[in-house]
């Protein structure tokens, strides 16, 4: 028996203006997990869009397809090309847990929930002849029950071309966050749990990886308990790796966690800082208080030879024309090293969604356009042709060269990472975007 498993990649009407480089569309952990949760006896095989065609006229009995809301309308195209085909298909992520109907039109089975437990029980099914529509997990599973990522299984053909990229693995060490933030899915999807894997597993894993230039943890938090994270620093020293993971300003007050970070190999912390217009809700702190705290975080982070790497979303309804500006010019004066800007999505399952589709806002239906890149809803206090625009503008400001300069400059943290990297995004801007 032979299972193939599919990280989709984008819809061509999409993928044409989005040009990425392959080599780092790195697929993740969940393809290789649900590799691992396979029994020895069936072969997997795992491929991935972005770097080789899908062969529709394989053998393998069983075609599962990870499917995230951006994914979703290349998913269902896949899924559609092989049942025509008489395969059979299973479509399982955050997207078919939160919109399970709307997948089982384009699947013979939908997995709802993280896949630890169920399945087992669909391969089980599926050799004795008797499988259901719907697979729901009943529960979380516990860290412990969280296997080690087969990531043999992935096709070489699949890894992309590495001829002069380093080598980046990604890993995933804790599951869920504490928090609930409005716009995400990620509680809907793992609960408002946090369970960070045993830490001798981990380092099972990364000695498992063999010599690798970065590892990038995945997590949404690595940082969601600061004791289990603080044993799992002190554990990584002796690997003398160079790390990248991502957490929230709040666990950066520590200095000693932030110690323990910078002696473990951390180059570069993700923080979601997300609204420099939105209130704090419980206290409303006053904007130029915050700003101050932002700062000082960010400096903490370069005092501890951190690159820091700021998240922001655009189109929060206290967001008007004028946040672009504001926001680029405070993570240009903060020093970061690098940001990410996104379009503020509400993806379904979240209480945004729910909330601007009460509104009727949402104007955008077609899943491809829920990728933090497009405007898909009416903004409050702009037009979504300013948001989308506004959006364009910051990334490329943030990424000129004259801002390259400054921030590097005024950083002083880790240049030999920070300018090549920044350069990176700044010629993948101007050549691979239409
Ligand atoms: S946005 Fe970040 S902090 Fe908020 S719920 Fe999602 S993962 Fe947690």
Redesign the pocket.
Known sequence: MKILLIFPGLHHSLAKKKRRHKEFQLIGTTLPTLAALTPPDIEVEILNEYNHPVNYETDADIIGITVMTSHASRAYEIADEFKKRGKFVVLGGIHPTVLPEEASKHATTVVIGEAEGIWEELLKDFQNGRVKKFYKAERFPLPHEIPIPKRGALDPKSRGKRLFSPKIEIMQVSR??????D?????KFFGNTYRFRPVDSIIKEIKSLGKIDYLFFQD??IV?NKAQAKEFFKKLIPLKLKWAG?T?LGTLQDDELLDLMNKSGCITMFV?I?SLTIPFAKNRTYLEDRLEYYYKTIEKLHNFKIMAYASFIFGFDTDDTKVFEKTVRFAQDACCEGAAFHILTPYPGTKLYEKLDKEGRIFVHDWQYYDGEHAVFHPKLMSSKELEEGFEWAIREFYSIKSIAKRIWGSRTRPFFAIPWNLFIYFDRKFNHQ
């Open positions: 869920g966050c504490p928090y609930n933030c716009f995400c899915c990620v509680t949404d938090n969601g991502g929230t979601g997300e």
